[in-house]
Structure formats: C-alpha cells, structure tokens
C-alpha cells in the first residue's frame, strides 16, 4: 500500500529560497489532491531539486526502492513531445536520460513544452495578478497550450506584462505566486500532460477520477 508520493520537480536552480517559493507554489497547485492524499492517510510530497540533472538524479536514487513510496518524475520538456516521456527525454540532446531501474513511463511527468505553458492556461488568474497594463491580447489563442512553441510561450508572456505594474514576467519572482493562482482543471483541460500527471497520482493514491 502507498504511504508516500513523492513529485520530484525540476526548478529554483541553486537558491534555497526560490526552491522553497516554488515548493509552497506547487504545493498550493496541487492542492485539491494534497487534501485527497492526505484523507486517505497518503503523503503528497513535493520535492523542488533544482536543475534538470540534479532532478534526475534525485529520482533514480530513490524510485523502487520502497514499494510504499511511489516516486514521481516532473521536467520541463523543453520542446514538442517526442512519443512517450523517456524515449522523449532519451533522444533529446542534453539529457539523454535512460529509464532508470524500478521506473516505467508511469513514473515520468513533462510540463509541456515548459512549465509557463501552464500558466497561459488561466487567463483570469493572469490578470487578477498583474492588474492594470496586462495586455492579454498578446497571448496566443491556442486551446492546446503544448503545441505552443517554448519561445513563443516565453515572448508572449514578457510582452502581455511588460506595461504591469509589476513588470515584465520573471520566473522566480513570480511563477511561484502564479503557481498557487492558476486553476489545475483549466490547465488539465489544455495541457495533456498535466491531465496524466493529476491521473497518475490519482491511481496511485487510490482516488477516484472526478466526474
């Protein structure tokens, strides 16, 4: 029986304080779930580990060791998904990461193609945010956010808040906030890889889909 799952996530870089930032951001995105974990006596662990390999590394130490502690991976996929997570992150270049023993797809989570895509997601939370000068005309329209290209995620974002009070968007100043902001069911709607990820710990955790 599952005791403990543990979502190790890629960001914060080397600054404890940005990783405990994005730590309780992340933490207040899954929220709904960390109440439905925590109901059936589940840990929901969220771990910030930094960099991609570091992210990885922390992972393939831990996965399958503990049969009562599941272990989750989730990274930025830095570009249009290519077939499933680790043949994905296998062929790309800079990572070329094989799945690590006791793992299996399952175990391997993409914020597709970054994780900003998650943020184009709710563009009422956006605006709450940045207030007057928030320029959402700039954003782009898809309804699939994955197939977005990364730089054009990352464009649009600078320019719908460059004229905001709060400024340009900058990642470790306020990703964390809009993290704890967004709504996780308007992201699932858009972005098929979160939709998996909220799936998969739903299955581990014995909890019902919704709906």
């Known amino acids: 029986m599952v005791r ?3 979502l190790y996530i890629e960001g ?3 600054q404890s304080d940005v990783k405990r930032r994005l730590r309780e951001g992340f933490a207040a995105f899954f929220g709904t779930l960390h109440e439905q974990c925590r109901a059936r ?8 580990c930094g960099g991609r390999a570091k992210t990885f590394e922390a992972f393939s130490a831990q996965v399958g060791k503990d049969p009562a502690v599941r272990c989750l991976l989730l990274v930025d996929a830095e570009g249009p998904v290519q077939g499933r997570p680790w043949a994905h992150l296998r062929a790309r270049k800079g990572d070329e990461w094989c799945c690590p023993p006791g793992a299996d797809d399952d175990h391997c989570h993409l914020m597709a193609q970054l994780s900003e ?3 184009l997601c709710d563009l009422e939370a956006l605006k709450r945010y940045y207030g ?3 320029r959402d005309k700039m954003l782009p329209g898809r309804e699939d956010v994955e197939a977005i290209p990364k730089r054009d995620v990352e464009r649009a974002l600078r320019e719908a808040t460059a004229q905001t009070r709060k400024g340009e968007y900058h990642k470790t100043r306020h990703a964390p906030e809009l993290l704890g902001k967004i709504d ?4 699932c709607r858009r972005a098929a890889h979160c939709q998996r ?3 998969s710990i739903r ?3 014995g909890i019902p889909a919704p709906g």
């Not at 006596?41 to 910030?48: E, F, G, K, S």
């Not at 996780?184 to 992201?187: A, D, R, Y």
Request: charged share 25%.
């Open 203 to 205: 299955a581990a955790a």
């Open 41 to 48: 006596r589940i840990r929901l662990n969220v771990i910030l």
């Open 4 to 6: 403990e799952i543990r």
């Open 12 to 14: 914060g870089g080397d």
């Open 184 to 187: 996780p069911e308007k992201v």
């Open 197 to 199: 990820l909220f799936t």
């Open 132 to 134: 007057d000068g928030f």
């Open 117 to 119: 895509a998650w943020l």
